[in-house]
Nanobody, 118 residues
Framework: QVQLVESGGGLVQAGGSLRLSCAAS????????MGWFRQAPGKEREIVASIRWSSGRIYYANSVKGRFTISRDYAKSTVYLQMNSLKTEDTAVYYC???????????WGQGTQVTVSS
């Protein structure tokens, strides 16, 4: 059983930066694919970025390419989402999620609010 704990959300002005962290424990983390999702009010949850622990292979949604960076720290079993040049449309609850190899995401963190003001 994998447990995920997010941190790092908050309020920032447009153009600013935030870094989200997701600490993982339990399971064989090296065989997991980790993703960051977000859900804005009235909208469906969408994937923002993902990374595989073992290969480091990365995916970004078009809406965040060039602004967000996902990374992992093996020693700390932590995945990060560095968010730069934030826009008001990035406002959402951000969730960290884990999936075993190519399975669907099944482990979720509690979510952290990111609010970008104009």
């Amino acid at each position: 059983q994998v447990q995920l704990v997010e941190s790092g959300g908050g309020l920032v002005q447009a153009g600013g930066s935030l870094r989200l962290s997701c600490a993982a424990s339990g399971g064989t983390i090296s065989r997991y694919r980790m993703g960051w999702f977000r859900q804005a009010p009235g909208k469906e949850r969408e994937i923002v970025a993902s990374i595989r622990w073992s290969s480091g292979r990365i995916y970004y949604a078009n809406s965040v390419k060039g602004r967000f960076t996902i990374s992992r720290d093996y020693a700390k079993s932590t995945v990060y989402l560095q968010m730069n040049s934030l826009k008001t449309e990035d406002t959402a609850v951000y969730y960290c999620a884990g999936a075993f190899e190519d399975n669907d995401y099944e482990y979720w963190g509690q979510g952290t609010q990111v609010t970008v003001s104009s």
